[in-house]
């Protein structure tokens, strides 16, 4: 199995920029693929990025387009997140999962991070 560990979360102001990082032990993340998902109080759980394996293909949804930015570096085990132009309904728990394929539905994947909350304010 392979384990997820978020970081990268905090407080910011509207306008601001953060990085998360969803680094994986355990086994290679180069034989899966990672999303990232978030959750509001009260919420449903919704994506927000995913990139394949290889990294070739790469979704978003259409409230990140063109702020958010999602890489990985598979030398270094980790998929990264770039999150720009926050906006305060960008405010929630953010996680990450693995998956054998990019999908934009949270119950295609196995398996899950704990999570971590990125609060921005207006």
């Known amino acids: 199995q392979v384990q997820l560990v978020e970081s990268g979360g905090g407080l910011v102001q509207a306008g601001g920029s953060l990085r998360l990082s969803c680094a994986a032990s355990?086994?290679?993340?180069?034989?899966?693929?990672v999303g990232w998902f978030r959750q509001a109080p009260g919420k449903e759980r919704n994506f927000v990025a995913t990139i394949s394996r290889s990294g070739d293909n790469i979704y978003y949804a259409d409230s990140v387009k063109g702020r958010f930015t999602i890489s990985r570096n598979n030398v270094e085990n980790t998929v990264y997140l770039q999150m720009n132009s926050l906006k305060p309904e960008d405010t929630a728990v953010y996680y990450c999962?693995?998956?054998?394929?990019?999908?934009?539905?949270?119950?295609?994947?196995?398996?899950w991070g704990r999570g971590t909350q990125v609060t921005v304010s207006s």
């Open positions: 999962a693995a998956s054998l394929w990019a999908a934009v539905t949270f119950t295609n994947y196995n398996y």
């Open positions: 355990g086994r290679a993340l180069n034989g899966y693929a």
